[in-house]
Nanobody, 122 residues
Framework: VQLQASGGGLVQAGGSLRLSCVAS????????MAWFRQAPGKEREFVAAISRSGGITYYADSVKGRFTISRDNAKNSVYLQMNSLKPEDTAVYYC????????????????WGQGTLVTVSS
């Protein structure tokens, strides 16, 4: 599975962005999908995950109520709608996939996209 993330950019605090991740191949619907992020000097951290069917979602406490993960298996795509953005949301955002069960762990995902930079100004 190859993943291509897009949608990052510069936004003011309180604004919104929608990230997209398109997967190649015909096995997208077999994969749990997730978004992680990595700020400068920090470890990669979990943001949100969604099960193969979309029926189960997990969120980091720091984004709960502000971010929404969704997927469209017909378009081989997963999305992250980010509202009420804060400066501390600034990071490179990565989409990830794996045929294993949905998880919040970095090591639970074998496929990664190249990342898209989100910068939130105060």
């Amino acid at each position: 599975v190859q993943l291509q993330a897009s949608g990052g950019g510069l936004v003011q605090a309180g604004g919104s962005l929608r990230l997209s991740c398109v997967a190649s191949g015909r096995t997208f619907s077999r994969n749990a999908m997730a978004w992680f992020r990595q700020a400068p000097g920090k470890e990669r951290e979990f943001v949100a995950a969604i099960s193969r069917s979309g029926g189960i979602t997990y969120y980091a406490d720091s984004v709960k109520g502000r971010f929404t993960i969704s997927r469209d298996n017909a378009k081989n795509s997963v999305y992250l709608q980010m509202n009420s953005l804060k400066p501390e949301d600034t990071a490179v955002y990565y989409c990830a996939a794996d045929e294993g069960p949905i998880t919040t762990m970095v090591r639970g995902y074998g496929y990664w996209g190249q990342g898209t930079l989100v910068t939130v100004s105060s």
